[in-house]
């Protein structure tokens, strides 16, 4: 059964998983909470996590196709966002707004709740583009000044452990409402570790 996390509504949070169900469970349950709301889930994922959280929704009895075609669920896929947003090799301000801003602005039309997630940020953070994701991260802090939506943010842990960006990970915490689902582990020590 699905989980519907209440807690995240209005707010921008963050959850670093150590498996994929752990994902999919809470972001299913965050999203079947805008689809049995009459609100809009907006999903910016990976093909792979669209899949499980489209069949965990299904499972829950979401008509996916009818929520849809009536533009209740709304997704696209992350990497390309990531190449839509990006100009010349540097996050485009301009391109965000136009993309994301406008795909936000038009789900909460008729002042109806959008629920978000989006995993543009690890995409970019395991390229090694660390201080991108952190910008993006603020680029969706800033959206949320003039835009009324909830977002739900999810990197891997072990992409955000143990790599040397102490500083961009504490700016990515600050920059979220909450951390759900608990702190990662730190990375083993070295060579020989044991977890």
């Given amino acids: ?3 519907r996390p209440e807690y995240l509504d209005g ?3 963050v959850q670093f998983y150590g498996h994929e169900e752990e994902l999919a ?3 299913a349950g965050y999203l079947l909470g805008a689809l049995q709301d009459d609100g809009v889930a907006v999903v910016i994922a990976t093909p792979a996590h669209r899949r499980a959280f489209e069949g965990r929704l299904t499972r829950a009895g979401v008509d996916l196709a009818a929520a849809t075609r009536v533009g209740t669920y709304r997704t696209l896929d992350a990497g390309d ?3 839509a947003l990006t100009t010349g090799g540097q996050l485009d301000r301009g391109a965000f707004d136009r993309v994301i801003g406008g795909l936000i602005a ?3 039309q008729g002042e109806r709740p959008v629920r978000a997630y989006g995993e543009m940020v690890a995409l970019l953070w395991d390229a090694g583009l660390v201080n991108d994701a952190v910008q993006l991260e603020q680029m969706w802090s800033s959206l949320g000044l003039t835009h009324s939506f909830s977002l739900f943010c999810s990197y891997p842990a072990r992409s955000v452990t143990g790599d040397g960006h102490l500083e961009a990970f504490a700016e990515v915490c600050r920059l979220h409402g909450s951390v759900v689902g608990g702190w990662p582990a730190p990375a083993p020590a070295g060579p020989g570790a044991t977890r």
């Fill in 11 to 13: 707010g921008h949070v």
């Fill in 106 to 108: 038009d789900a909460g």
């Fill in 81 to 83: 966002a990531v190449r």
């Fill in 1 to 3: 059964m699905v989980a």
């Fill in 25 to 27: 469970d809470r972001v």
